[in-house]
């Protein structure tokens, strides 16, 4: 009897032209935005660092609309994510603002890089186990955003990068570190974009577009930062006793029921009460 079954309910080994040209088109952004940085082109290197973050989303929810997942693109997805979004970004403030720092600029570059290869190849390890509501740790996007983000703002207005260059340094080497933690943070999966919406919604919507490209630059980057310090927040909230287990190291079974007992008691304590 042949394994076919067994295949069929995972992804297919086939190579899918659709999701694959949106990775592709993210890893392109990835390298543009290393090379553009290399001649002082840091507004195009950040911009090209967050266009490579709308097609990384975009490839995944194409195989699945399309129904062509496969092995394939989810290994060629995980090597183009640590271009665009791990190389990319530690190349482009090392550019900018780090190269002045001598070693101590380069090791915070890597220390980004290698946070990043390390989360993920965790991620793609607890992918079938992990709560899909949750992220365990900071997702390397939002890390590369972060960066990128800093990069941008300081580039357009003005501020040179060797002014900066500590400042840099600290949140470069933090969001690294942020990635390989326990700290949790919201996927936003558990989201219906299916379901239907108030016409207040659509409203706060239009008027965050808005807000964004008054100053993407600030408001891009504010939003990510404020993403990133979220995590500590709220895996701190959530648990009874802070433990080593909660920040670093593998999480063993008690601190993840602790944590998802405490979100379960939460959502039922806003549920309302029916009446009789």
Excluded at 121 to 132: P, V
Excluded at 158 to 166: A, N, Q, R
């Amino acid at each position: 009897m042949s394994n076919d079954s067994s295949n069929t309910s995972g992804k297919s080994r086939g190579i899918y032209l659709l999701p694959n040209l949106f990775t592709t088109a993210g890893l392109f952004s990835g390298f543009y935005a290393i090379v553009a940085s290399m001649n002082d082109r840091f507004i195009e290197a950040a911009v090209a660092i967050f266009i490579a973050m709308v097609f990384d989303g975009l490839d995944g929810r194409v195989a699945r609309m399309t129904n062509t997942e496969s092995d394939f693109g989810a290994e060629f997805d995980s090597m183009a994510d640590i271009v665009s979004f791990g190389m990319a970004p530690a190349l482009v403030m090392y550019n900018y603002a780090l190269a002045d720092l001598g070693k101590m600029g380069w090791l915070a570059a890597f220390v980004f890089v290698a946070g990043g290869a390390l989360r993920l190849a965790r991620f793609n390890t607890n992918l079938g186990s992990s709560d899909k509501n949750f992220f365990q740790g900071l997702a390397i996007p939002s890390a590369a955003a972060i960066v990128a983000g800093l990069v941008w703002v300081g580039s357009e207005y003005g501020i040179k990068g060797g002014d900066i260059g500590g400042i840099a340094a600290v949140i470069t080497i933090c969001a690294g570190l942020l990635m390989v933690t326990n700290f949790r943070y919201h996927s936003f999966k558990d989201v219906d974009w299916k379901g239907k919406v108030s016409f207040l919604v659509i409203l706060v919507i239009v008027l965050a577009f808005v807000v964004v490209a008054t100053q993407p630059s600030v408001v891009l980057f504010s939003i990510f930062f404020l993403y990133a310090l979220s995590g500590p927040v709220l895996t701190i909230k959530n648990v009874k006793k802070l433990k080593l287990g909660h920040i670093l190291g593998d999480n063993d079974d008690d601190d993840d029921a602790d944590f998802n007992d405490n979100e379960e008691k939460k959502k039922a304590a806003e549920k309302p009460e029916k009446e009789d």
